[in-house]
């Protein structure tokens, strides 16, 4: 399924057919209630000024495309994404998307002193700052706190803090869920 036409209910669409179901079905479940334990960050970063190094880089303003090579690293605000690859599409001077790729390509997003630092990893990550979610894919893992899923495919909105993810093979989905303390 392309990713570009990814709905909430795609992911779970495909799940009847796998043995895990029962399983991965509840996990999906739980993670509906993730919001209140705390997967969500600031939404502020978009605002903020975008800085990239890499080792190459190519443009193409006709098409509205950037390609960069070689330990990317994008900063913008709290916003942390590295790979080996990187594709930045805009139209009109404003971000549309982001795409990482590596073994594995890396986001980061947050404060960790305000509790609301999310760390992720996979093969790729495409992150939507107009719409304020990312993608994940290919041994994917999204954490926050004490809280962990790993899966093939993960999708998070960052805004509301809901995540969605999928196995597409053998392994389930994992999640680790821990209580906030009563402190």
């Not at 779970?12 to 993730?34: D, E, N, Y």
């Not at 890499?54 to 098409?63: I, L, R």
């Amino acid at each position: 399924m392309p990713m570009d036409r990814y709905t909430p209910l795609s992911c779970r669409s495909k799940l009847g057919s796998s043995p895990h179901a029962g399983a991965i079905g509840t996990a999906l479940l739980m993670l509906l209630w993730a919001p209140a334990i705390g997967f969500a960050v600031p939404v502020v970063d978009a605002e903020q000024p975008m800085h990239i190094r890499a080792q190459a880089a190519e443009f193409d303003h006709w098409n509205g495309r950037a390609v960069y090579l070689g330990e990317v690293e994008v900063r913008q605000g709290t916003l942390q994404v590295t790979g080996e690859r990187m594709t930045v599409h805009y139209l009109d001077a404003r971000l549309v998307r982001v795409t990482a790729s590596g073994e594995p390509a890396r986001y980061q997003q947050g404060s960790a002193p305000a509790g609301s630092l999310v760390r992720a990893s996979a093969s790729l990550i495409t992150y939507h700052p107009g719409e304020a979610r990312i993608e994940l894919a290919g041994e994917a893992r999204l954490a926050q706190a004490k809280n962990d899923v790993a899966g093939e495919i993960i999708h998070y909105d960052i805004a509301s803090g809901i995540v969605d993810a999928a196995a597409t093979g053998q392994e389930p989905v994992r999640v680790i869920l821990r209580p906030a303390s009563g402190d």
